[in-house]
């Protein structure tokens, strides 16, 4: 059986059809690249997030504690603020310079809050503690000892 | 002549799956942070206003100390409060002639804060000696 010439010839595609699939392919990476690395990039920020939202939490609900049960708060400079609990022991809270909290308790070990306090600075206003973050947001926390004393009937 | 077979390896129908799994994943964990901070905003918001609450009831059970000796009070609340099914309660207790102590819960829906007040007679004046707020 004898083919003619034209039957050989399987077919093909032009160059201009493999440059556009070339294009689309490349496109097509890049944009499943982009898709995996916000993937992973969100991925490793929610979780960080998390982690400081808890550490956050964490020291101010106990520097909360240790405000409503304080006879008295001095802010000697913004990064420190000294308590005097009703039961006369002193606390102290501390800011460092890599914005790490510190609370020492006499008596006990220090606490650590590592890198939470970014731009937070103290300052006492009659019967509270202001917290700032450098924003306009303030924190006030109330001390219900000095609040009680101050409104006997 | 065999006609030529139709190979279809899938190539982009796996590449596709993958992709919209990482994309399901990352719409996953951006709403469970959006969730989770939004839910985090809102129990802020209740703590202040449960704080507030007890602070209040720390105020009224301070007019109570010198009559009363032993007593168990819901506060009235505003209407505004009240729509919020928020609650006030007071206990006051003595556990000496010159100590009482005085428990506050306030509640609003799923949340709840309490605390506790020991109040000491001193120079014919009932002092606050301590205060333990507590969730």
């Known amino acids: 059986m004898r083919h003619r010439p034209s039957d050989l010839l399987r077919p093909g595609f032009t160059i201009t059809e493999i440059l556009m699939a070339l294009s689309l392919l490349i496109l097509f990476f890049a944009a499943a690249g982009q898709v995996f690395r916000s993937t992973v990039l969100l991925s490793a920020a929610g979780s960080q997030l998390s982690d400081q939202t808890a550490q956050t939490d964490s020291a101010l609900f106990q520097l909360r504690q240790d405000v409503w049960n304080s006879r008295s708060i001095i802010t000697n400079d ?38 939470v306090a970014t731009n937070w600075s103290f300052s006492a206003d009659r019967s509270m503690l202001v917290l700032s973050d450098g924003t306009p947001a303030r924190i006030c926390m109330i001390s219900q000892i000095l609040l009680a004393s101050r409104s006997q009937p | 002549m065999t006609p030529a077979k139709n190979h279809r390896t899938g190539f982009a129908m796996v590449t596709v799956i ?9 719409l996953t964990v951006l709403t469970l942070t959006i969730f989770s901070q939004a839910r985090r905003g809102q129990v802020s918001s209740q703590d202040a206003e449960l704080r507030q609450l007890l ?28 729509q919020q099914s928020a609650e006030l309660t007071i206990d006051i207790d003595s556990i000496s002639p010159t100590q009482k102590i005085v428990e506050i819960q306030a509640s609003l829906p799923h949340h709840h804060l309490s605390q506790k007040i020991t109040f000491e007679l001193q120079q014919n004046v009932w002092r606050p000696i301590s205060a333990t707020l507590s969730q």
């Open chain 1, 78 to 115: 913004p990064h420190t603020v000294d308590f005097v609990s009703a039961n006369d022991s002193p606390i102290s809270w501390k800011i460092d310079s890599e914005n790490s909290l510190t609370r020492t308790l006499a008596g006990s070990p220090p606490e650590h809050w590592n890198s």
């Open chain 2, 18 to 26: 993958f992709l919209m799994s990482f994309t399901a994943m990352t």
């Open chain 2, 55 to 82: 602070t209040a009831g720390a105020n009224f059970a301070q007019t109570q100390l010198q009559s009363q000796t032993t007593v168990h009070t819901a506060i009235p609340l505003p209407d505004s409060l009240r």
